[in-house]
């Protein structure tokens, strides 16, 4: 068997967002669509697609926004082929922020989305975050 040409750990590519904002501008395109290239050398892998918001602002605007990212995210990657099973959408607003609220500098690198790609253990089990156990599908 011919071993990839693009290792799945060099797959990991974080978008960052204007604030308030959920829409993808040029550069995501262009990065989303080199990544989905990548991905087919990858066809049973799963995307892990995890969306964030900074701090500022109220808790549920901001999962809400999070979760906007993260789906427009992965609607792009399927535009590009990707079967939308392979991929798992997470939010998490502002639940995983290190920032002061009046850090705008770290505000800027919060508003993203973070995408992994890990490999699918069998048909009925999957690694759904690198860090975690792994997760049956039921």
């Known amino acids: 068997e011919v071993e990839p040409k693009i290792k799945m750990a ?9 604030s308030s904002q959920s829409s993808l501008n040029e550069s995501m395109h262009v990065k989303i669509l080199n990544l989905s290239r990548a991905l087919k050398e990858y066809p049973n892998a799963l995307i892990q697609v995890d969306g964030h918001a900074d701090p500022r602002g109220d808790s549920e605007f901001n999962l809400d926004l999070s979760q906007r990212r993260a789906n427009a995210v992965a609607n792009a990657l399927v535009e590009q082929g990707i079967d939308r099973a392979r991929i798992v959408v997470r939010s998490f607003g502002e639940t995983r922020s290190s920032s002061s609220e009046y850090d705008y500098v770290a505000h800027r690198a919060e508003r993203n989305v973070d995408i992994k790609v890990s490999p699918m253990l069998s048909e009925n089990t999957v690694q759904t975050d690198i860090n975690t156990p792994v997760a049956q599908i039921k």
């Open 10 to 18: 060099d797959l990991a590519v974080s978008l960052l967002f204007a």
